[in-house]
C-alpha cells in the first residue's frame, strides 16, 4: 500500500526547483542542461580539468600515494546544487538523493566503476551527528543508486553495506582548513567494521558521499578499508568544491 502511495505521489506533476518550471521533475532537463554540462575530470580528484591530461596540476605534483585510485563527481558545488544539497544535508529533505542519484548515473564514469561490481559503502556519520539528522545522507544516496540501477536498463550490479566503516569520533570544523589540516584532523577517525570485514577483504569498494572539497575524507575513509583488506578503493560523491572555494 506504502509502495503504491509513494509510486503515486512520484508520477503527480511538480515544479523544478531551481527555475520553477511546471510541470518538470525537481530540476528540469533545461537547468540540468545549463548547471551540469558534461566536464573532463581529473581521474584522483574530480576537479574540472582545463586541457587533456587525465590528473589535475595538484594531483600531479603531490608526492604522497592516494588511496582512492579514481573520483567520480557528477557536478560543481556551486548554484544551484550548494542550495539543493543543503536541503538534502541539513533540512530533512532525503528524497532529494532520488534525483542526485539519477543525475550521478548519467555520468559515464559512474556507470564504468558501477560496471565493476564494487561493494558501494557510505562515509559514516557519527552516532551524536546521526541523531540530529536523523538519517545520513550518503547512505540514502548509496540507497536511492541502488534503486535506480535496479530499476532501469541495463540493469546494473548493486552490492551495498551501510555500515561497513565506524566513525570513532568527531572532528572540528574544517571548512576553513586546507587539505593537510584536515587529513591530521581526520586521522583515526574511521575504521573497518570488524563483522564486516570478511566481506571487504578483495573487494573493490566504492566509497559513497554527498560532497567533496579537498578528498581528506574520502582518503582517510579509503586507508581505513586498504588497511582491513580492501583490494582497491574508488570514490563517488554528487558534487565537487571547485578548488578556488
Known amino acids: ?50 586541457d587533456d591530461l587525465d590528473l589535475c596540476g595538484a594531483c600531479l605534483t603531490r608526492p604522497d600515494a592516494s588511496a582512492v585510485a579514481q573520483c567520480v563527481a557528477a557536478v560543481d558545488y556551486a548554484y544551484p546544487w550548494d542550495g539543493l544539497i543543503a536541503r538534502f544535508k541539513f533540512r530533512s529533505e532525503p528524497g532529494w538523493a532520488k534525483p542526485f542519484a539519477q543525475r550521478l548515473l548519467q555520468t559515464p564514469a559512474t556507470l564504468q566503476l558501477l560496471q565493476t561490481r564494487p561493494l558501494m559503502v557510505p562515509i559514516p556519520l557519527t552516532a551524536a551527528r546521526l541523531g540530529e539528522r536523523g538519517y545520513n545522507q550518503a547512505w540514502e544516496l548509496v540507497k536511492a543508486l541502488r534503486a535506480e540501477c535496479r530499476r532501469h536498463p541495463p540493469t546494473l550490479p548493486c552490492d551495498t553495506l551501510a555500515t561497513a566503516l565506524v566513525r570513532l569520533g568527531e572532528t572540528p570544523d574544517q571548512h576553513s582548513l586546507g587539505r593537510e589540516a584536515r587529513l591530521r584532523n581526520l586521522r583515526g577517525v574511521f575504521a573497518a567494521h570488524p563483522s564486516h570485514i570478511p566481506r571487504l577483504v578483495g573487494r573493490h569498494v566504492l566509497l559513497v558521499d554527498d560532497v567533496t572539497t579537498t578528498g581528506a575524507t574520502l582518503q582517510t575513509a579509503a586507508q581505513a578499508l586498504l588497511h582491513a583488506g580492501a583490494d582497491r578503493v574508488s570514490a563517488l560523491v554528487f558534487a565537487r568544491t571547485p578548488p578556488s572555494r
Do not use: D, G, I, Y
Request: net charge positive.
Open 1 to 50: 500500500m506504502l509502495a503504491a502511495r509513494h509510486a503515486f505521489v512520484e508520477s503527480l506533476p511538480a515544479t523544478c526547483q531551481v527555475c520553477a518550471a511546471w510541470p518538470a521533475q525537481p530540476v528540469c532537463e533545461a537547468c540540468l542542461r545549463r548547471f551540469s554540462p558534461p566536464r573532463a575530470r581529473c581521474r584522483a580528484c574530480a576537479a574540472v580539468l582545463s
